[in-house]
Every structure is written in C-alpha cells, then in structure tokens.
C-alpha cells in the first residue's frame, strides 16, 4: 500500500493498478516504489512524496516497541516477589497490567491505530461500493471505546459491582467476563457472513488476531480470575499471568494492524491524498 502527498485537491482517491497497461506520465508510484520505503521526487514545481508500507515491517515495528515494556515489566515483578524488594512504586509503574502507565498510553495507542486502519478500510469498501462498509465502520467504533477503556480503565470499574451482584467465583470472579462473552457471541453471530466473504489469508489473519486478543482479554481474566479467589493477587504467580494477559491482548492488536494492512494492500493498490491551502 503506498500513500502519495502533493499538492492538488483537497481530496482522497482510491487507485487501482493495472500493470498490463501503461503507466501515465505523471504516475505518483513506479514500478520500483516497492522496494523504496521514502522517495522524494519534484516535477513542474510540485513535491510528491512517496511512503510505501510493508505489513509485515509494522508488526515487527510494534512487537519491537512491546518487548522492552514487557522486559521491564517482568523485571519489577521479579524484583518485587523474588528478590524482596520493598520499593513498589517504579514497579507498579513499570507493570503492563497497570493503568495510567507508558504500556497502557502503548496499548491504547495501538488500538486506536486499529480503528484507524478499520475505517480506512471502510472508507475503501464504500468507495468502491463493495460489500461489508458497514461492517467495517462498525468494527472502527469498536476499537475506538476498546481504545478509550485500555486508557480509562472503564471496564475495571464495573468489576466489583458486577462481581457483587452476581455473587461469582471461580473462573467468573471478575464478573466483566460474562457480558463481555456475551457480547462477542452476538458478534461472531452478526460477522458470520463478513468473514466468510473475506479472502482465505486474510480470514485466517483475522482469526489468529481475535484468538490472541480475546484469549488475553477474557481468556486471561478467567484463568486469573480462578487463580486470584483462591489465592489472592499479591504473589508471582498472579503477576506472570498478567504479563501473559498483556501480552496476548498486545499481539492480538498488532496481528490486527498486519490483517487489515494486507486487506488493504490487496484491495486497493494505491491511496492518494492531495492537499490544498
């Protein structure tokens, strides 16, 4: 997928290549633009800007930025229940399970990347008058309020209140889980026939994304949920489970970004984007 700045119209197109015909004289991407990352060019007094983006380079960007939060994350929690430590602020403040922390600001910036990508991917089926826009739109606004509750921590505050009225315990000791698979039932439900529709590759990619999301999400809080009623949250057990949680949400999100990147890639060959003063 390549994305071209100049000067022009105030406006967004959708380009299709067609490498059986020739190429116009003033094509914003050659042949070879593939194998550039930034290319610069001027003609006739007029800048544009060639970006090529490589999936696969993005997923390994975002695991690259990951593995040192959880590094140091893992390190506090090492610190604290192995080696004694005493001193728990840098720690807590280290914990990918933590709010208000860079890895949380990362998390809830990756997946507001998400939406951003989703409604790109909307913006392209209604376009080109494709099916599932509608779909996709709707997917955006999800990972939009996913984005604003891994920064709010909105979900958390429901836990306890839940967890009282329900009265639960087990596996379903933080209660949030039980609407929240309810919830995802409803969707799978409603995205039946969306992913059918989707190519092969590009199913199996958003599968391997909502099994690593939804396994760190809701899987992670009902093997941790057990594990805290029986034997409380302040021990190392409990918080390698969260980095583990952690993890799996992060990969989740990322292997998103590279699915809807190859959607992308594979739909529309070519976004230009033209600004004007």
Known sequence: ???????????????????????????????????????????GGVTRVSVVVRPGRVLGLILLCWLPLLALSVGGQLYLYVFGGTHTRVPKR?????????????????LLSCAFLLALAA???YRSRARFAGHWAFLAFVFVYLSIDEAAAIHELSISYLHDWLDTSGIFF???????????????IFYARFFVYLPRHVR????????????GAIGGDLVGGYWFDKHGG?????????QVEETLETTGAALLVYTVLTHLRLGVSEWTFRLRD
């Open 234 to 242: 302040d021990n190392l057990t409990y918080a390698l489970m969260t």
């Open 174 to 188: 933080f209660a949030w889980v039980i609407p929240a698979m309810m919830l995802v039932a409803v969707m799978a």
């Open 1 to 43: 997928m390549s994305v071209c700045c100049g000067g022009g119209c105030g406006q967004l197109a959708l380009m299709s290549f067609d490498p059986s015909l020739p190429a116009p004289p003033d094509a914003l991407v050659s042949e070879r633009a593939a194998h550039v990352l930034d290319a610069a060019d001027t003609t």
């Open 94 to 110: 280290l914990n990918v399970d933590s709010e208000l922390t860079p890895a949380s600001w990362f998390q809830s910036s990756l």
């Open 204 to 215: 199996t990619l958003f599968f391997c994304a909502a099994a690593a999301y939804l396994g």
């Open 123 to 125: 913006l392209a089926a």
